[in-house]
Structure formats: structure tokens, C-alpha cells
């Protein structure tokens, strides 16, 4: 979980942002998915 301010970045690797992103851009190639909400079951 992100705190404010805190970003991807600074929470994850390089490669694994890398990755992240890279998963991002094949299978949300028109950033339908761009913010985070919870879904609570």
C-alpha cells in the first residue's frame, strides 16, 4: 500500500518497475485501469 506522496517508484525495483510496466502497456493499452480502488468482498 502507496502512503500519499509516495510513489511506484521509490516501492519497488527498477526491474521490477520495469516489469510492471511493461505488463501495463500490454494489457492496458488504453489506460482503462488507471486508478486504484478496492474492491472489498
Known sequence: ???PGE???KSF???TLA???EI???R???NVFRA???VLG
Do not use: E, I, Q
Open 28 to 30: 492496458d493499452p488504453h
Open 19 to 21: 516489469r510492471l510496466r
Open 24 to 26: 501495463k502497456r500490454a
Open 7 to 9: 510513489t511506484a517508484a
Open 13 to 15: 525495483s527498477a526491474g
Open 36 to 38: 486504484n480502488y478496492p
Open 1 to 3: 500500500v502507496l502512503s
